[in-house]
């Protein structure tokens, strides 16, 4: 099946600019989506944090390139990943991505934040974002549209999230996603939720001193650290 989202016989989105180079294309879109991320970081994008306020978050943060962007996919998608061994994760089918995320969501919201330990915080919002992702509701940018949206999300519950961490350590995080998430209706369970929870837990800790006069912790992590499932 040919996938709609790329020119013909490339695998390069269909952009704005009509860019067929790959390299070009990765140069523009981190361009854009970083003044795209700043300025939410700066003016939080306000909604009631349901599936239609999570589009909102993809339009704004790829506008500039994608006419689809805040739009969910139309198609199945699999991605080969190396910490799987080259297998995929199993997404979302098309068809469900709004009750899959909404029901990720709701699960999202009903927890009692400001009762929580640092520790049972940390594997709470990893787990939300870790099923939020899951669903890759768009077909590109998933990982920056959850990162950013739940960032937010905790800022309006309260707590502060060092979002500098997940910036830096763009790499492992998608790979933690990816580990957290590997759960296959016929290898069964192996997923490894630690990855994403201890970068979770070091940027909550960030976020409840950034505004004290002392440095905040930086997390023993290379941005190329292996994470597998082996």
Not at 10 to 16: M, P, Q, V, Y
Not at 29 to 56: M, V, W
Not at 169 to 182: E, F, G, I, Q, T
Request: with cysteine; proline share 3%; charged share 30%.
């Amino acid at each position: 099946m040919l996938d709609p989202y790329f020119y013909p016989q490339t695998d390069i989105l269909i952009n704005k600019y009509d860019i067929k180079n790959e390299a070009d294309l990765s140069e523009m879109e981190a361009e854009y989506t970083s003044l795209r991320l700043k300025q939410i970081a700066e003016n939080p994008l306000s909604g009631d944090y349901d599936f239609q306020h999570f589009c909102e978050f993809h339009r704004w943060i790829f506008q500039d390139i994608y006419g689809w962007a805040g739009v969910p996919r139309t198609i199945n998608i699999e991605k080969s990943e190396p910490a799987l061994g080259g297998i995929s994760i199993e997404y979302a089918d098309y068809e469900e991505i709004e009750t899959m995320a909404n029901a990720a969501l709701d699960k999202l919201k009903s927890n009692e934040w400001d009762k929580l330990t640092l520790d049972k915080k940390a594997e709470k919002f990893s787990k939300g974002m870790t099923e939020l992702w899951k669903v890759h509701s768009f077909r590109e940018g998933n990982t920056r549209t959850v990162v950013t949206f739940c960032c937010q999300f905790a800022e309006s519950r309260g707590y502060v999230l060092d979002r500098s961490l997940f910036e830096k350590h763009s790499a492992y995080v998608r790979n933690a996603l990816v580990a957290a998430a590997a759960c296959f209706s016929d290898l069964g369970d192996r997923s490894k939720p630690e990855y994403l929870i201890k970068i979770v837990k070091d940027s909550i800790e960030n976020g409840r001193v950034s505004e004290l006069p002392i440095p905040t912790k930086e997390i023993d992590l290379e941005e190329d650290q292996e994470i597998t499932l082996e």
